[in-house]
C-alpha cells in the first residue's frame, strides 16, 4: 500500500465513508495521486496531493477553478467533499473514456462531430473571463506573460538539446535562438486576454453519458486566444493536420465565440496569431515529453514529437518568420 493510499484510506476512515474498493488512476505526467473509491452503489475520484507547498498551491488552485467553472456552468466534476489538513479531494467519477480514445474508435463524421462540440466548449471557456475577474479568481491573476511564456521555452531547449538529445545548442545558436523565442513571447503577452484551459487536449476530455466533460483545468489561467485550440489541434499529433482543416475548425471557433457575444476576430489575424502560438505551445510540449521520457522513463510521449516540429516548422514557414528556429529543428529534428 502507497503512502497516498494510506492517507486516503485515513481520510475516509475519519469522515465515514464506506467503500468496497480502491483503484488506482495516476496518470503518467502527475504528481498527484488520483483513486478511484467504489462503493456499494456508485463511485468517484480521490485525489491526493503532496503534503508540501506545491500541493498545497495545486490543491486551493482546483477548488479556485473548480468553483469558477461550475459558476460559468462548464462540464466540470463537483466536489463531494474536501480537506485542507490532508490534502485530499473528493469529486464525481466521470468514467474511463477519455475523448482521444472516443474519436479514435469513432466514424470520422462521429469524430468530427465531437471535436467541433470541444471547440464550442473552447469558446465558452472563453465567456467566462469576465466571471474569472469578478470571482478574483487564481485564473484572473496568472497569465501567459513574457516570463511564463519564455519559461516554457527555456524548459524545451534544455529537456530536448540536453536532457533527449544530450547535445546542447552552441553559444552562438543559443544566442540567436534566445532572440527568437524573446519575439515569439513578447508577441504571445500582447494576445494574452481570455481565461484558457492552458491544457485542453484531448486527454483532459472524457466522454461521459454521451457528453464532453473537463478534467485537469486547474491550470486555468489568461492567454491569448487561439491557445486552447492550438492544443486541442496539435497536442499529441501523430500526423501534420491539412492547413484546410485547422483554417475550417478556426471558422467555427470564431463563429461559436460570436454566437457567445464575444469580440469578433478577422479570420487573417486570427490564423497568424494560431500559427505564432502554435509554435510556442509545441515547443512547450516537445520539452515536456523529452523531460517525462529522460526523467520518468515514458518513452511513449516520443511519438509525438516529430509531428509537432513539423507544425512548428509549417507555422514559421507560414510567417516567414524564425529562420533560426526552423534551421535548428532541421538539423536536429531526427536524432530524437
Known amino acids: 500500500m502507497t503512502h497516498s493510499q494510506q492517507r486516503l484510506i485515513e481520510f475516509l476512515s475519519m469522515n465515514s465513508l464506506g467503500f468496497t474498493a480502491i483503484e488506482a488512476l495516476t496518470p503518467d505526467a502527475s504528481l498527484r495521486h488520483f483513486f478511484r473509491v467504489k462503493t456499494v452503489n456508485s463511485s468517484f475520484i480521490a485525489c491526493v496531493y503532496p503534503l508540501d507547498e506545491n500541493g498545497k498551491l495545486q490543491f486551493e488552485a482546483y477548488l479556485d477553478t473548480t468553483n469558477l467553472f461550475l459558476r460559468a456552468e462548464l462540464p466540470v466534476a463537483r466536489i463531494i467533499k474536501f480537506n485542507r489538513e490532508n490534502l485530499i479531494i473528493l469529486h464525481e467519477d466521470f468514467g474511463d473514456i ?13 469524430a468530427e462531430k465531437l471535436l467541433n ?3 464550442r466548449l473552447i469558446a465558452k471557456i472563453q465567456s467566462a473571463t ?5 470571482l478574483d ?3 484572473a491573476k496568472l497569465k501567459f506573460d513574457n516570463e511564463k511564456l519564455l519559461w516554457e521555452l527555456d524548459f524545451f531547449k534544455t529537456h530536448y538539446f540536453e536532457s533527449l538529445l544530450k547535445k546542447p545548442l552552441s553559444r552562438t545558436e543559443n544566442l540567436k535562438l534566445e532572440e527568437e523565442f524573446l519575439k515569439i513571447s513578447k508577441k504571445l503577452e500582447n494576445k494574452a486576454c481570455v481565461l484558457v484551459h492552458r491544457d485542453f487536449h484531448t486527454a483532459n476530455l472524457m466522454y461521459f453519458k454521451n457528453q464532453i466533460k473537463i478534467i485537469d483545468h486547474q491550470d486555468a489561467r489568461i492567454g491569448s486566444t487561439s ?3 492550438v492544443s486541442l489541434l496539435l497536442d499529441r499529433i501523430t500526423t501534420l493536420p491539412k492547413q484546410e482543416w485547422i483554417e475550417e475548425k478556426c471558422k467555427l471557433f470564431l463563429s461559436e465565440r460570436e454566437k457567445l457575444g ?3 476576430l478577422s479570420l487573417v489575424s486570427f490564423l497568424e496569431e494560431f500559427k505564432l502560438q502554435s509554435i510556442q505551445r509545441c515547443l512547450k510540449a516537445i520539452g515536456t515529453f523529452s523531460y517525462q521520457a529522460v526523467h520518468r522513463e515514458k518513452k ?5 514529437i516529430r509531428p509537432m516540429f513539423d507544425a512548428v516548422i509549417q507555422a514559421c514557414t507560414d ?9 535548428i529543428i532541421r538539423k536536429n529534428i531526427d536524432r530524437g
Open 227 to 229: 491557445y486552447d485550440l
Open 137 to 139: 479568481s487564481i485564473a
Open 98 to 110: 477519455i475523448l482521444r480514445d472516443k474519436l479514435q474508435n469513432s466514424s470520422p463524421e462521429e
Open 117 to 119: 462540440e470541444a471547440i
Open 130 to 134: 469576465t466571471l474569472a475577474y469578478e
Open 300 to 304: 511513449h510521449y516520443l511519438i509525438y
Open 262 to 264: 464575444l469580440d469578433e
Open 319 to 327: 510567417l516567414n518568420e524564425f529562420p533560426t528556429l526552423r534551421q
